[in-house]
């Protein structure tokens, strides 16, 4: 026992490392390490593990409330119609894109629109590059952090939407009732644990354990309320993130939740992940589905480079500017693999999945391929736009 539990620390430590020093994303390594040491490699993790399962639980729901907490409502202010601007064109083009390659590749209505949700989100992952290079403030960035903010709130509606339809059925009167639950849910969410934030930070005082078990009971109760109204855990879990993200009385707290989420938890679901992985599936779906695999990478980075050329050239930006925005849009990682994994997971009465093994594994292929070309133009424009030079 203890030479399994010193092994997966090791890993969680130095997998990362090595990744970054080759200018990967470090959260692949995890990936990387459930597929080698799960069931399909040396057998560390097992798939039903009770403990990985509830760790990465927790870990998908962190993911997103962190996704809530990093969204500066004040930079969201500022460019609110730049950024609805922005957010319009990479969430439908890319969206649209997706609903039409599902039809073509034969599909049902409900798979092609979440094939639609997934192209429609994506997860700023070059945070370090810009702030590294001192961008974080300029224009197109804080557009494109509140585009992220807003794609993935629709994504995410969507998501609470699709999942009761395909677990049932589209019947009038219970797609009303749900769209009705959303509707109350989302303000309810927000405006009360915003109210609750003010009030228990004021009175709780500065304990950070008091503060850090706060959150954490934000996070569960914010996820159950979301089970109960039949909505996926993973939207309160965002949403509770926006409510709280302006009440936090300084950044101790949050650097406490941040060491705990990225030490167990997160870790737990990426690996998790890789521990769903079957090469042997991801060489079939390659061999026997590489049409779809080519269109789900190349739809997904023609259409979020096109959002940004086209928002561009509504705002006036330069060349950099918008290519920075298309290069910061283009990973796709925590929240597309987070809302992938759910769908893949949601079943309707006769067993069938939301989405199939191809496109989970297809999914899983983009993920290093955008994170990549995403992280390596970003860092070039990032070098470029600092020495006010012009790339490409």
Request: contains cysteine; aromatic residues 10%.
């Amino acid at each position: 026992m203890l030479v399994r539990f010193v092994l997966v620390f090791g890993l969680i430590l130095l997998a990362p490392k090595i990744f970054q020093r080759i200018k990967l994303p470090g959260l692949l390594a995890f990936i990387l390490v459930g597929l080698l040491f799960g069931p399909k490699g040396l057998r560390l993790f097992k798939e039903d593990g009770e403990v990985l399962i509830f760790f990465a639980f927790l870990g998908k729901l962190l993911l997103l409330f962190f996704s809530g907490l990093d969204i500066d409502f004040e930079i969201l202010r500022k460019n609110m119609s730049k950024s609805f601007v922005f957010a319009a064109l990479s969430f439908t083009i890319p969206a649209l894109t997706g609903i039409l390659l599902g039809f073509l590749f034969g599909y049902s209505v409900m798979t092609s629109l979440m094939i639609g949700i997934l192209f429609s989100s994506h997860s700023i992952i070059a945070f370090p590059i810009l702030a590294s290079a001192g961008l974080m403030r300029r224009e197109s960035v804080t557009i494109t952090i509140g585009a992220t903010a807003i794609t993935d709130i629709a994504s995410l509606i969507l998501l609470a939407i699709c999942l009761p339809i395909h677990a049932t059925g589209f019947l009038l009167g219970p797609f009303l009732l749900q769209l009705l639950f959303i509707i109350i849910f989302i303000p309810a969410v927000i405006l009360g644990f915003k109210w609750l934030g003010k009030v228990v930070f004021k009175n709780l005082g500065e304990d950070p354990a008091e503060q850090l078990i706060f959150l954490l009971l934000v996070v569960a109760i914010a996820a159950q309320g979301s089970e109960l109204v039949n909505i996926d855990p993973i939207v309160g879990a965002f949403l509770a993130g926006l409510a709280v993200s302006t009440t936090l009385p300084d950044n101790s707290v949050r650097g406490q939740l941040d060491t705990l989420g990225n030490t167990l938890f997160i870790p737990a679901f990426f690996i998790s992940l890789g521990v769903l992985i079957d090469p042997v599936t991801i060489y079939q779906t390659l061999r026997d589905n590489l049409p779809l695999v080519l269109a789900i990478v190349l739809g997904i980075s023609v259409t979020k480079t096109l959002a940004a050329l086209w928002a561009g050239r509504i705002f006036g930006y330069s060349k950099n500017d918008w290519q920075l925005m298309g290069s910061l849009t283009l990973p796709q990682v925590s929240s597309t693999l987070a809302v992938a994994l759910v769908a893949y997971e949601s079943l309707n009465a006769s067993g069938g999945r939301l989405i199939d093994d191809s496109i989970l594994n297809s999914i899983l292929v983009l993920m290093p391929i955008s994170s990549v070309l995403g992280s390596i133009t970003s860092q070039q424009l990032a070098n470029t736009i600092s020495k006010g030079e012009t790339i490409f």
